[in-house]
T-cell receptor
Framework: TQLLEQSPQFLSIQEGENLTVYCNSS?????LQWYRQEPGEGPVLLVT?????EVKKLKRLTFQFGDARKDSSLHITAAQPGDTGLYLC???????????FGEGTQLTVNP | DTAVSQTPKYLVTQMGNDKSIKCEQN?????MYWYKQDSKKFLKIMFS???????INETVPNRFSPKSPDKAHLNLHINSLELGDSAVYFC?????????????FGEGSRLTVL
C-alpha cells in the first residue's frame, strides 16, 4: 500500500487568513483527490487532479498536483468559518485498485 | 433521496456481542467499500466489492465479514466485538472503483463497544 502524509494535522486560523495544506508521498499516484468532511457526515469530494503539474481552482480553493505526481497542495485564500472541516487527500494507486487516504488536516476558521 | 445510506447511525453494545451494519446505494455504482475511521480521523479501507465480488480484503480480523447480496448492497457483520472495534464505519460506492474514481460516502455508523 502506498502511503500519504498530510500536514499540518491541525490548523486554527482567523477569518480572512490564507492557508496551505500539504499531502506528500514517496510513491507516484495515478490521481489525487481532495475531500472535505464535516462532523457527523461522510467525506465529500472537492476535486480530482490527474496530470503532473495540474492546477485546479474552486472559488477560493486552489489545488495543485506535483510534477512527479507524488505530492499535492490545497491553498485556501481568505478563509471563512464555513471552510471549517477535516480535509483529506486521497491518492489513486498506480495499480488502479484503491484510494489511499492521508491522515487528514482539521481546519478551524475562527470568526 | 440519499445516495449512500447506512444503518444504524449509532450502535452501542457490549464486548463479545455480534452486530451488523447495513449499506445501500441508489447510484447504480458497480463498486462498494467499507472504511474504518478511528479516533484520530484516519480512514482505512477494509473491504471492496465490485459487482458483488470481493476485490479488496485488507488485513482485517476474521470477525469482520462483509456480504454483498447484490451490487446495490454491502453489509458488514462483526462477531465477538472488542473494545478496539469502536470507530466510525463508512460505507462508500464508486462508479468504477478499479480506477480510483470518486467515492460517495454514507453518513457513517458510529460503533461504541463497552
Amino acid at each position: 500500500t502506498q502511503l500519504l502524509e498530510q500536514s499540518p494535522q491541525f490548523l486554527s486560523i482567523q477569518e480572512g487568513e490564507n492557508l496551505t495544506v500539504y499531502c506528500n508521498s514517496s510513491s507516484v499516484f495515478s490521481s489525487l483527490q481532495w475531500y472535505r468532511q464535516e462532523p457527523g457526515e461522510g467525506p465529500v469530494l472537492l476535486v480530482t487532479v490527474v496530470t503532473g503539474g495540474e492546477v485546479k481552482k474552486l472559488k477560493r480553493l486552489t489545488f495543485q498536483f506535483g510534477d512527479a505526481r507524488k505530492d499535492s497542495s490545497l491553498h485556501i485564500t481568505a478563509a471563512q468559518p464555513g471552510d471549517t472541516g477535516l480535509y483529506l487527500c486521497a491518492g489513486g494507486e498506480t495499480s488502479g485498485s484503491r484510494l489511499t487516504f492521508g491522515e487528514g488536516t482539521q481546519l478551524t476558521v475562527n470568526p | 433521496d440519499t445516495a449512500v445510506s447506512q444503518t444504524p447511525k449509532y450502535l452501542v453494545t457490549q464486548m463479545g456481542n455480534d452486530k451488523s451494519i447495513k449499506c445501500e446505494q441508489n447510484l447504480g455504482h458497480d463498486t462498494m467499500y467499507w472504511y474504518k475511521q478511528d479516533s484520530k480521523k484516519f480512514l482505512k479501507i477494509m473491504f471492496s466489492y465490485n459487482n458483488k465480488e470481493l476485490i479488496i480484503n485488507e488485513t482485517v480480523p476474521n470477525r469482520f465479514s462483509p456480504k454483498s447480496p447484490d451490487k446495490a448492497h454491502l453489509n458488514l457483520h462483526i462477531n465477538s466485538l472488542e473494545l478496539g472495534d469502536s470507530a466510525v464505519y463508512f460505507c462508500a460506492s464508486s462508479q468504477n472503483g478499479l480506477f480510483g474514481g470518486e467515492l460517495f460516502f454514507g453518513e457513517g455508523s458510529r460503533l461504541t463497544v463497552l
